[in-house]
């Protein structure tokens, strides 16, 4: 009996290890990968040992060696100081339109969920609409109408991700208002707008900060893809999917050029989401 | 009887969201700074008032808003999306034409998926070994991965380093496998890890501990009890999973430079061709809306339980 109980639910396993309370070598890893990129992002010049922007025709799509350890591109240029440099558009765009899209999304949801009534009703079924469109399609129409470039794909991919937070905001103050601490401070005569601020919002935010490490990484995905797309910054910003899409027609002379943007790409987005799933986890646990 | 009520009411449901779509998209068209004569003919051009005003017309512009309104609602719904300022062809020509190559590679990729998700929860759903860590980290890797940059390695591999498949161009079925293969593999980590969660929760019932008294294999309870569970999370996504495929479309097709709806789509946005975004736009509501009506009279086939209790 002990055998078959062991042999059916040995996925209970994974969640005894967290709450032993030793971080996951994933976790630390991916805290790393996010440091460095960091690093990348605010000084890129202490890291990049060359230009990123300086051709060298001489040197163009040389393999990696020690002194391009990328390698160089079609232009002669060094593709690990373009790398680094690139870092700071993607944790940018990353950031900054997850922030405006969480802003967005607060506001909306916590409208419709107190105002209630029909204000909800038409307000979710607008979102209810708008979570009908694949993110990538809207945020690409959204830039048919902005034109393209960095500041435009960042409020691009706000506007996409803001229905999803919305929803998740509105669900958590429907939670909120029946507790009771909310119901004790109604009776105990407080100030709806008080009440609001002192119980509901605070309630309703937390869950959702631990979503939004989530929808970073998206967000960086989704703007790397807009880039790839040609939709974001133009030639020659060291831009990770721009980078790729300018190196597709030299992938026959040199892998290289196709290889390093999408591990920087996929190394940033990975960690965010192992980040992000280990502190959701943490929270569940705690709740 | 009680069937049929429950379609209706889908209908309806699904009726007013394209209705409010298409309210939506004709708000935006309004909104729009940016005048259709200017996007067909350019900033600097030298368009006399009368040509301008003839333009107008054609499009309809001249009308009180409220016919446009009216009008544009009821064109959408008999199906008619308007006309491309670039291309001089009506939008909905523009995506049949070019709907066939996008159906064929999404079939086969949702296939492949499908395929290497149900693989990977039957071998790991409700286990702890080293199977498990590792699928799970490949499909970590599979939702973190921009799909470009899949077809690119797969590009640089299968087509620089050792060319067994073509790089751009049509040779048969030869030129589907690396675009399939990429549109796969992006959407197969999304599919197996809501799958194999469910699963997990199916194996800790009851019912998987009584199969396994009666003398059932370990195999055996997954197939033929715990895998049917696993389905309906699938099916819940498989709009949302509609959603990645299309996007995922756009950049296949962009990267292996095949034709299909993601062609035309980015075409549109860098021409700002408005009328065939919003096309493109409110045909994915269109299939959305059809896909969840489909998915919730399929749950009946799956889980007994319901049509148990209608």
């Not at chain 1, 040992?49 to 799509?61: E, I, K, M, Q």
């Not at chain 1, 902005?146 to 500041?151: K, S």
């Not at chain 2, 749950?299 to 049509?307: A, C, K």
Request: proline share 5%.
């Amino acid at each position: 009996m002990t055998n078959l109980s062991i042999e059916m639910g040995g996925a209970g396993k994974a969640t005894s290890r967290l709450r032993r309370g030793r971080m996951p070598l994933g976790v630390v890893l991916a805290g790393l990968i996010l440091a460095f990129m960091a690093v990348c992002a605010v000084a890129p010049g202490f890291v990049a040992p060359y230009d990123p922007y300086a051709p060298d025709l001489l040197a163009s799509l040389k393999p990696p060696s020690t002194a391009h350890i990328f390698g160089t591109d079609q232009l002669g240029r060094d593709i690990f100081s373009r790398v680094v440099h690139g870092a700071s558009y993607s944790l940018y765009i990353g950031l900054c339109a997850t922030a405006l899209a969480v802003a967005a999304g607060i506001l909306i949801g916590l409208s419709a969920g107190v105002a209630g009534g029909f204000i909800d009703l038409a307000l979710m079924r607008v979102i209810d609409v708008l979570l009908a469109f694949p993110g990538l399609l809207m945020s690409m129409a959204v830039v048919a109408f902005l034109g393209t470039g960095v500041t435009n794909i960042l409020i691009a991919i706000a506007i996409a991700s803001i229905p999803g937070y919305a929803r998740i905001v509105r669900a958590q103050v429907m939670v909120v208002r029946t507790s009771g601490y909310v119901e004790a401070a109604r009776v105990l005569g407080q100030p709806p707008m008080r009440t609001l601020l002192r119980h509901i919002l605070p309630n309703t935010v937390g869950p959702l900060i631990v979503l939004s490490t989530l929808g970073i990484g998206s967000a960086i995905l989704q703007s790397a893809a807009l880039s790839y797309l040609g939709l974001g910054p133009k030639a020659p910003t060291p831009e990770w999917g721009l980078m790729l899409s300018e190196g597709q027609g030299y992938l026959r002379r040199g892998w290289w050029v196709g290889i390093f943007p999408g591990v920087f790409a996929t190394a940033t987005i990975i960690s965010t989401t192992v980040l992000g799933r280990y502190i959701k986890a943490l929270t569940d646990g705690r709740a | 009887m009680a069937l049929a009520k429950e379609l209706i009411t889908r209908l309806l449901a699904g009726a007013a969201v394209l209705w409010a779509a298409a309210s939506l998209a004709f708000i935006v068209l309004q909104l729009l700074p940016s005048d259709p004569v200017q996007v067909i003919y350019g900033a600097d051009s030298t368009v006399t008032p009368e040509m301008r005003d003839r333009i107008r017309a054609d499009f309809g512009l001249d009308q009180p808003l409220w016919q446009q309104y009216a009008g544009f609602v009821s064109r959408t719904v008999t199906g008619d999306l308007g006309t491309s300022y670039q291309q001089r062809r009506t939008v909905v020509s523009i995506i049949t034409s070019e709907l066939g190559s996008t159906i064929t590679l999404a079939s086969l990729a949702v296939l492949l998926a499908f395929s290497m998700a149900v693989l990977a929860t039957l071998a790991t759903a409700g286990r702890d070994n080293w199977l498990r860590r590792v699928i799970s980290s490949l499909e970590l890797v599979s939702v973190s991965t921009p799909a470009f940059w899949i077809g690119l390695l797969l590009l640089t591999f299968f087509s620089f380093q050792w060319p067994i498949f073509p790089v751009v161009g049509d040779q048969g079925w030869k030129s589907l496998v690396l675009p399939v293969a990429t549109l796969g593999i992006a959407l197969f980590g999304t599919l197996s890890q809501v799958m194999r969660n469910e699963m997990d929760q199916a194996l800790e019932q009851p019912f998987a501990l009584t199969a396994r008294t009666r003398g059932l294999s370990l195999w055996a309870v997954r197939w033929r009890h715990a895998l049917r569970h696993a389905l309906i999370p699938a099916l819940t996504i498989a709009a949302e999973t509609f959603g990645a495929l299309l996007a995922g479309a756009i950049i296949t097709e962009q990267v292996f430079g095949r034709p299909g709806l993601g062609r035309i789509t980015l075409q549109a946005v860098r021409n700002q061709d408005i009328p065939v975004v919003l096309g493109v736009v409110l045909f994915s509501a269109f299939v959305f809306v059809t896909i969840n009506i489909i998915v919730d009279l399929l749950y009946r086939v799956v889980d007994p339980r319901l049509r148990a209790r209608a």
